[in-house]
């Protein structure tokens, strides 16, 4: 027959559990294994330490046999030496009149630990992933405010400069070939120099203003402004359904279509000029289109033109909002521009109303 109690014994020698023996009387009188160092000298009563203090009647409970036993699950830093988690367990021997405490290794609260201290990792992941993504944040909101200052000097520093540049050109030609034609040559100077002097106040104005501010855009206003500054013919065809969208994406509108305009009046020697703004459905709620159509003397695509970002202006434009701006031409067929930009989609119980 196997000797359980000196196998117990052994294992307690060797560290794997602890053992201890304690009187009646409650006072410690064995005790071998560093897991039960917690409890008090020999001959010291066992409510003396602090994983016992206080279980008096516990104990009494136990030798009473009012209960089976006394888990103590958990345990830890009972002892300086004791870094793992422990359960101790304290039952009354009923033949030998003395409790026995049986103190092992907590498997569960060990599992417990591990899983903390990966839920601990994972959290502190977590916030390095959030930092980095923050900082990610903060770049992308200065690239974005950087873009948008690109944009706003190209729409108004150098198109005022170059129309500058191109009357500096002529008045210098007619000193000598036209003299009498340098009056209204200079005029034309100080008209451009004026126009560009409001078109950098208006992008100052813009800079002023956070980018989810909502327009109400004047496009009837805008193409009328430049049919009689430019004596381009224009068309407008508006749907209904898509003057919602036309609204809410206002600013980006406006942005695009005087990129366009300019387009068409600096390069494009076009005699018509229509747009067109309609709403069609999308693969997730709605989008608006707007065509802008010249039929001017187009250009080849495929043909680099450094120094030039306008174009690139446009779609970037389109792309802060979600949408697309896309440019279609060739030499002697006119240029179209398509913005497509998504639009928000009414509410179900809204248009129930409206059927109604």
Avoid at 1 to 22: F, N, P, R, Y
Avoid at 44 to 63: H, P, R, S
Avoid at 119 to 141: G, H, I, P, T, W
Avoid at 312 to 322: K, Q, R
Wanted: hydrophobic share 45%; charged share 25%.
């Amino acid at each position: 027959m196997i000797d359980l109690s000196a196998d117990l014994l052994a294992a307690a020698e060797a560290d794997v559990i602890g053992l201890a023996v304690i009187g009646a009387d409650r006072s410690m009188q064995r005790k071998t294994g560093r897991l039960v160092e917690w409890l008090p000298a020999i001959g010291i009563d066992c409510c003396e330490c602090m994983l016992l203090v206080g279980m008096e009647a516990e104990l009494a409970a136990l030798a009473a046999g009012q209960r089976d036993m006394i888990a103590l699950a958990g345990v830890r830093g009972a002892s300086p030496d004791i870094t793992q988690p422990m359960t101790a367990v304290v039952r009354w021997n009923a033949s030998l009149l003395h409790y026995f405490v049986i103190a092992m290794p907590d498997f569960a609260g060990r599992q417990v630990e591990t899983l903390l201290g990966s839920e601990r990792r994972a959290r502190r992941l977590m916030e390095q992933q959030l930092e980095a993504a923050s900082a990610e944040v903060r770049f992308a909101s200065l690239a974005r405010t950087r873009l948008r200052l690109a944009r706003d000097l190209h729409d108004t520093l150098v198109h005022s400069i170059v129309a500058l540049l191109t009357q500096i050109r002529l008045i210098r030609h007619y000193l000598t070939a036209d003299p009498a034609r340098v009056a209204d040559s200079l005029a034309t100077a100080e008209d451009a120099a004026a126009s560009g002097l409001s078109r950098a106040r208006e992008a100052i104005d813009r800079l002023r203003t956070p980018d989810d501010f909502k327009l109400d855009p004047d496009v009837e206003g805008l193409l009328s402004d430049f049919a009689a500054r430019s004596g381009v013919r224009v068309s407008m065809q508006i749907d209904e359904e898509a003057r919602p969208g036309l609204r809410d994406c206002g600013l980006t509108i406006q942005r695009i279509l005087s990129e366009a305009l300019r387009n068409v009046q600096t390069h494009a020697q076009a005699r018509r000029v229509s747009f067109h703004a309609y709403d069609e459905p999308a693969a997730v709620g709605r989008k608006l289109i707007v065509e802008i159509r010249d039929d001017g003397r187009g250009f080849d695509l495929a043909v680099p033109t450094p120094g030039h970002f306008g174009l690139l202006g446009m779609a970037e434009f389109a792309e802060l909002v979600g949408g697309s701006c896309a440019v279609e031409s060739a030499p002697g067929q006119g240029t179209l521009v398509r913005i497509s930009l998504p639009v928000a989609v009414p509410p179900a119980t809204s248009a129930g109303v409206l059927a109604d």
